[in-house]
């Protein structure tokens, strides 16, 4: 279940967490457990042909083979209505990110990621049928029935094209819109939701933001756009891939592309900490280059969306959930981050977060009060030097942002256009934690933010200077 969250990280809350996993924990128990484990090694993204790649990919599969395949569009409905809803993506945050929960609930979390049920071979293949007009066996050279990946909205499949490319295939569960659209209509507990985890916030800016980044997400075309358009600008990175679209095998409920092929991120926590290191300052590049360049952020920062390949290397996958940023929008984000960070400026700082929505005009606080409050989200960028980023700091930005008895808890708020960010806060933070990344963060930042655009300050950044230098002019940045 690795989808959809980014947009509820506000409507999510912690609160309601427990609830939602006894619920699915119950039904979990009741049909067995799944086995969904993906274990995929090497860089043969790197060194392969496609056939190698089509049986690399094949070989480290995920084990989705259980007593519960779908077999049916009722089946979709039905399992996947209680297991997939909206309202169960909360569960997907809580599971690597607040270690303030119990452990009990942490445990319970974290198996509901494990309990995805594939569809059976024949209902995928009717899905490829509908949208390509031939069975898969047809559309394509090679097709294997099994899927190597099952996620919240669809599952993948390998296959080779008749041209001989190796490409994942994305198949989205018949169904599943509807269910979903049920889920959204539940406005009532969403609100309920919301004024528990978020009573500061604007309940009705932020359903009207979750329907309208899910009901994107059902569109695998425009999954398909945005990772075209990301795909694009990253195109000879150094570090950074995104694996291509092909444009006449994708459609509205598939969505085709270069098979890729790498190490999970469980197998990156076992890599040398230089290693993970370098896996972290990619990622860290990634986020805020596709920020600030390309005005648009991919909303899913979660483990499951990295390939790890050595050397910094990472694939970058999944672009359902992508927000798009015009240049009004992001302005007063990098006031924030100048007048408080290298101008040091706090009462400037506190007319940005005006400016932008977060802070009320008229909130009777003094300035060190809003400033000491907001620090800990500038925290690793607001001096320069070596920091290694800890599961302790994801845990206080987490607990700080859903901090309801600080006292700018009835003054602050998440505008709509800004709630899909706050997955850096409660996402990516978590990640770069984990893997216990040390670097400059602020050199790093230094020189992806559009008002400074600093030097080279590691190596990795040197490789990424040369290719910003050589980039075609079809890529510049967009918004």
């Known amino acids: 279940m690795k989808k959809l969250l980014a947009a509820i990280s506000v409507v999510a809350g912690l609160a309601g967490l427990a609830v939602v996993g006894r619920r699915v924990g119950r039904l979990r128990l009741s049909r067995g457990r799944a086995a969904v484990q993906l274990v995929v090694r090497g860089g043969l993204r790197y060194a392969g042909s496609a056939p190698r790649l089509f049986a690399a990919a094949g070989e480290h599969r995920q084990e989705l083979r259980n007593d519960l395949a779908l077999q049916t569009a009722e089946d979709v409905a039905t399992t996947l209505g209680a297991m997939k809803g909206v309202l169960m993506k909360i569960g997907q945050m809580a599971s690597y990110v607040d270690d303030g929960l ?8 974290s198996r509901l990621q494990d309990s995805v049920p594939p569809m059976s071979a024949g209902l995928a293949a009717g899905v490829v049928r509908e949208e390509l007009g031939l069975p898969p066996e047809e559309a394509f050279a090679r097709w294997d029935p099994e899927p190597i990946a099952a996620a919240s909205i669809g599952q993948v499949h390998r296959a080779l094209t008749h041209d001989g490319r190796a490409v994942a295939v994305k198949v989205q569960y018949p169904g599943i819109a509807e269910t979903i659209a049920a889920d959204l209509s539940n406005v009532a507990l969403l609100r309920r939701m919301l004024r528990i985890t978020a009573p500061a916030q604007d309940v009705d800016a932020l359903i009207a933001e979750l329907r309208d980044r899910v009901l994107e997400e059902l569109d695998y075309r425009r999954e398909a756009e945005n990772q075209r358009l990301v795909a694009a600008y990253y195109d000879g990175h150094p570090t950074i891939m995104v694996p291509k679209i092909i444009d006449e095998l994708s459609t509205r409920r598939l969505v085709t592309s270069e098979l ?6 469980a197998e990156l926590a076992q890599w040398s900490q230089h290693e993970r290191d370098l896996a972290a300052e990619t990622i860290y590049r990634f986020t805020f280059r596709s920020l600030y360049d390309v005005h648009a952020f991919n909303g899913d920062p979660h483990p499951g969306n990295y390939l790890f390949h050595g050397g910094g290397r990472v694939t970058f996958l999944d672009f359902g959930l992508v927000k798009h940023f015009s240049a009004e929008e992001l302005r007063p984000l990098v006031d924030m981050v100048r007048y408080l960070c290298v101008e040091q400026d706090p009462e400037a700082f506190r007319a940005a977060m005006v400016d932008a929505g977060f802070l009320r005009a008229d909130a009777p606080l003094n300035t060190e009060t809003v400033v000491e409050h907001m620090a800990v989200f500038y925290d690793t960028v607001r001096t320069p030097g070596p920091r290694t980023m800890t ?21 602050v708020s998440v505008p709509r256009s800004y709630v899909i960010l706050q997955r850096i806060n409660l996402g990516l933070f978590a990640i770069l934690g984990e893997l216990t990344a040390t670097a400059d963060w602020r050199a790093i930042a230094e020189e992806i933010w559009p008002f400074i655009q600093g030097p080279p300050a590691t190596p990795m950044g040197e490789a990424e200077a040369v290719w910003r230098a050589g980039r075609s002019s079809a890529a510049e940045p967009v918004g």
Do not use: E, K, M
Not at 102 to 109: E, I, M, N, Q
Not at 260 to 265: C, L, M, P
């Open 260 to 265: 890729a092929d790498g190490a999970r991120f």
């Open 102 to 109: 119990s452990p009990a609930v942490r445990r319970t979390l």
């Open 391 to 411: 599961g302790d700091y994801a845990s206080a930005v987490v607990r700080r942002f859903f901090d309801v008895r600080s006292p700018l808890a009835q003054w």
